[in-house]
């Protein structure tokens, strides 16, 4: 019985995985980029130029198609002082000389800044710069954001990658795999969730689950048992670790996330079946067609 369900979700997990080619990409372009503000700021360059990832990238995350990589890029104490020192928005100010510097490195690049982050925008993947600065707190860093007339922003991004790991851990290493298939979902279907919440959502939902543990095997009850848990979140929230922040669900997602959850009954109507082929149909109905039909 379910002859299809464990090799399906076994497949699609495995497309959605990132190629060598573009991980070679992407962490060559991503260093090329700090290594040119360490040119600019620290006035020579390491093979370990300040900075790290953050976003997807830095939480295991990422998923087929490449688009973007965010990083931090750890700015001198004294570049902060001195930009302290403005008048108006400083942190418009910082965004800007960063976006200067990077394009005498890259002047042919799309570029630009954007509220907290400069856009580099290469052929294959775009690099989100942001420049933060140290603080006396553990892990803890300041990031400028523009709107509002300009603040620096707390942020403590290991929180992320901690509260993501220990949830993970618990739950049989399957948060990092649901995340990347629910991902998909939103690409597919146009859904107006960001990754961030959807990778906090579903940690809260395998957190509770009482198959959390189990292999692909369960997955087509692991796809519509998240569907029904979203259903019910309209005008919820989420906690994010990094920031504190409670960020507002909203409902603009909710009519898809019913569309999503009745076709994944389908789906396991007919996984239930052995009807692969009728399932497969539905999962791409959801999923688009990086999950197979045919097995």
């Not at 939480?59 to 403005?86: C, M, N, S, W």
């Not at 800044?113 to 600065?133: H, R, S």
């Not at 519509?224 to 919820?236: E, M």
């Amino acid at each position: 019985m379910w002859v299809g369900v464990r090799e399906r979700f076994r497949q699609f997990r495995n497309t959605l995985k990132l190629t060598d080619d573009q991980l070679i990409d992407g962490t060559n372009k991503q260093l090329g980029v700090r290594q040119s503000l360490q040119r600019a700021y620290y006035g020579a360059t390491t093979d370990t130029p300040p900075g790290f990832l953050v976003g997807s990238w830095g939480k295991g995350t990422a998923t087929q198609p490449v688009t973007d990589i965010d990083i931090f890029f750890v700015i001198p104490l004294a570049v902060y002082h001195r930009v302290e020192a403005y008048s108006g928005n400083k942190q418009s100010a910082l965004l800007q000389e960063v976006k200067n510097h990077l394009l005498n490195t890259y002047p042919q690049t799309n570029m630009r800044g954007d509220g907290q982050v400069v856009l580099v925008g290469f052929k294959t993947i775009i690099i989100e710069v942001v420049p933060v600065v140290v603080t006396t707190s553990p892990n803890c860093y300041l990031m400028p954001d523009t709107n509002a007339g300009g603040r620096w922003k707390p942020v403590t991004p290991q929180a992320d990658v901690d509260h993501l790991n220990a949830t993970d851990a618990a739950c049989g290493a399957n948060v990092r795999p649901l995340i990347g298939m629910l991902k998909a979902w939103k690409r597919e279907c146009n859904v107006p969730l960001k990754s961030f919440q959807i990778e906090l959502l579903v940690s809260e939902f395998l957190s509770t689950y009482q198959w959390r543990t189990y292999d692909y095997y369960f997955y087509d009850w692991f796809i519509r048992d998240f569907f029904q848990f979203l259903c019910v979140k309209q005008h919820g929230y989420v906690y994010v670790p990094s920031t504190g922040d409670i960020v507002d669900l909203g409902d603009a997602w909710h009519s898809r996330a019913i569309s999503a959850r009745d076709r994944a009954l389908k789906a396991c109507e007919a996984e239930y079946d052995d009807l692969t082929i009728e399932a497969g149909e539905e999962w791409q109905k959801i999923f688009g067609q990086q999950i197979p039909i045919y097995l």
